[in-house]
Nanobody, 116 residues
Framework: QVQLVESGGGLVQPGGSLRLSCAAS????????MAWYRQVPGKQRELVAA???????HYADSVKGRFTISRTTAKDTVYLQMNSLKTEDTAVYYC??????????WGQGTQVTVSP
């Protein structure tokens, strides 16, 4: 089992930047992937960015070139650096971790609001 604690959400103006952090603890030795998802009311939760145990990254087309996902070598923290934020980035952002031996773990979610 993996426990996730998120931080860094808040209010930011269009064009601004924000960094989300997610601290992982528990059974993290065999993490396969760490990722960030986001969700707005009435819509499905969507993958924003992911990073594998080997360091490969994947981004949604809507955030490519603006967001950067990274993690510590120990895989105990995953970050999402968000630059050039747009109003359509407003959502609840969730941390997600996949391991070899446990079901996927989710954070509690953190609100990101982009508004002038």
């Amino acid at each position: 089992q993996v426990q996730l604690v998120e931080s860094g959400g808040g209010l930011v103006q269009p064009g601004g930047s924000l960094r989300l952090s997610c601290a992982a603890s528990g059974s993290i030795v065999n993490i396969v992937q760490m990722a960030w998802y986001r969700q707005v009311p009435g819509k499905q939760r969507e993958l924003v960015a992911a990073i594998t145990a080997e360091g490969s990254t994947h981004y949604a087309d809507s955030v490519k070139g603006r967001f950067t996902i990274s993690r510590t070598t120990a895989k105990d923290t995953v970050y999402l650096q968000m630059n050039s934020l747009k109003t359509e980035d407003t959502a609840v952002y969730y941390c997600n971790v996949q391991t070899n031996s446990w079901p996927p773990s989710w954070g509690q979610g953190t609100q990101v609001t982009v508004s002038p």
